[in-house]
């Protein structure tokens, strides 16, 4: 959940802007309204979150958040679907893949000077990992849904 939603929450437990509805298999679900936005949201918790290393999946995290601020209504379907972790995961090795697809390719356009000097190859090198990097967020965090 990002922190925009979790500050809502928090400030409507505060205030009392709560709602309790019974569903169809007699399961309880709370919800939550964002001052803000004037929309209730089901209270929920991220166990499948939790146990992602987030340090492993910066693409799923730069996504999740893309996500957060621009489809929220997509965000929270996944959510209480509880797919949310694995969509994460899957985008972060769609982007990996992506990004090597592009690097191999860019090295092939413009492979590595003939040179000894270990900053102009370094500097190279770094130029199209850049470039692969801007392509991986454009391309894939910012378009899949």
Known sequence: MDEKLKNAMKKAIEEGRLMVEKSETGMEIQYFEDEETGIWYPMFKLPEEMEINKDEIPYGIMWKEYLSENKNHEIVSLIMTGELGKRMIKIQQIAENYKQKIIDELLQKQPMPDSSKTLERASHLNNIYQI????????IVESIV
């Open 132 to 139: 692969a990097e801007e392509m991986t967020i454009k391309d």
